[in-house]
């Protein structure tokens, strides 16, 4: 890391305070102006063709913020004060403010109460209504460029991609330059399609899923399949995802998530008045943090080697923890009952027929039959407690609530110990049966004859 510069043109740089992928921020101090500054900082390196070609658009991207600061007045957008551009550097200057950008509150451990989110976003609304009708699309929604400090003053930064909104111009795409990801963007903008307002209301709604639920509203593992979903899927409902979050903010998410134009939020105003509606219904002091013991407990759990930490989190809310004492029965052999669970603390013994088969203890997992048999749903064992024991249980009302990607993690994990099961009671079996026929050399690849009638 190259050491921070003592000045940067008239401005005294006091400390790093950020530091992008293109460009590093500094605290200031401006000797004709009282309040510290904020200076965005790139110097240009023309080494190579690509990085020449790199620099030129980020020539683009300044210029187009510092032609758009000068039309934008709103105290929940960041002031631009000035921006230089040289054939070695370039820099901008704009207002310091000392918050942190959304991100760190879009996992599950860190979500804000609902209405401090609401509040949040409802100040953005307003900001990207004020600043189309001054002719201004901001075009890169994301957390990543919303700061907010502890009061919940709000700032929109960057607004370096909002100027160009000429469906010929895609070399300056968030996407196409590889500034960001696409899982903010509108499908019409994906599409490459003329834009307005409506882009960074459909981009604001996925922020607002992703501070609510503690995961984006569609998930791949590759671009092309976020692409896709984006374009055709339907996001799933927040408060299925997060039982905190009232019923009425998913009809809000999915109108601001629409794919047809004319169906999505109009304007900024309206989106804002419908996030009031949903405010004056929650009561604030309900919010209680999330507990983040548990999490820790199941991701140290075999099983669950396998899962994303947002699938664990889906894990808990979609499941129960239950505690019951020594010598009671949780399953019973024959009953058509899909609830499966796992052993957090304590042991439980499963039997067939009133005949032992084995103790379970931490980790697990006991019941899954019935759920992955498609057709009877019976179990096929009983379980009882041995000792006080914890568990936590799979409801398949539940589960059938939760998103496509936690369920075929889950199916994936259950198949797997199935089949490891499977393969050690038939070692097992193999110790008290007869001698194996012995066969010739097993022919390679499993090839076979066909035979003439």
Known sequence: MTAAPEKIGKYRIVREVGRGATATVYLAENPHYPEPVAVKYIRFDD???????????????????????????????????????????????MEYFPGDTLERHCNF???????????????????????????????????ANILVDDKDNVKITDFGLALNINKQSHSDSTFIMGVGSPAYMSPEQIKNYPLNQKTDLYSLGVVLFHLLAGRLPFRARNAAQLIYKIINADPPSVSQLNPDVPEQMNNLIRKALEKDLYSRYKNGAEF??????????????????????????????????????????????????RRIEANVTVVREGDADQRFGMVI??????????????DLGEGEV????????????????????????????????????????????LRKALTTLVARRLGSASRQLSASGEVATKGSAMASGFEMQLVDD
């Not at 934008?72 to 921006?83: G, M, R, S, T, V």
């Not at 307003?126 to 002719?135: I, K, V």
Request: charged share 30%; glycine share 4%.
């Open 272 to 321: 804002a008045k419908d996030l009031s509606a949903v405010r004056y219904k929650i009561v604030d002091d309900k919010y209680v943090p999330p507990d983040t013991s548990r999490f820790s407990i199941l991701r140290k759990q075999t099983f669950f080697t396998e899962f994303d930490d947002l699938d664990i989190w889906e894990v808990l809310r979609m499941s129960a923890w």
């Open 47 to 93: 080494k190579a063709k690509d990085e020449a070609k790199w620099n030129r658009r980020l020539l683009k991207l300044l210029k187009a913020e510092q032609s758009v600061a000068r039309r934008l007045n709103h105290p929940n957008i960041i002031k631009i004060f000035e921006a230089v551009v040289t054939e070695r550097e370039a820099y901008v200057v």
């Open 109 to 143: 451990e860190r979500l804000l109460p609902i209405h401090r989110t609401i509040g949040i976003i409802f100040k953005c609304c307003m900001a990207l209504d004020y600043a189309y009708r001054q002719g201004i699309v901001h075009r890169d929604i994301k957390p």
């Open 366 to 409: 006991f019941g899954e039959l019935a759920y992955l048999d498609s057709l009877e749903h019976k179990h096929m064992m009983t379980i009882v407690s041995l000792e006080p024991t914890t568990y936590i249980e799979f409801n398949p009302a539940a589960l059938a609530l939760a998103t496509e990607e936690c369920l075929a993690v």
């Open 345 to 358: 603390e304590g042991k439980v013994e499963a039997s067939v027929g009133g005949r032992k088969v084995a």
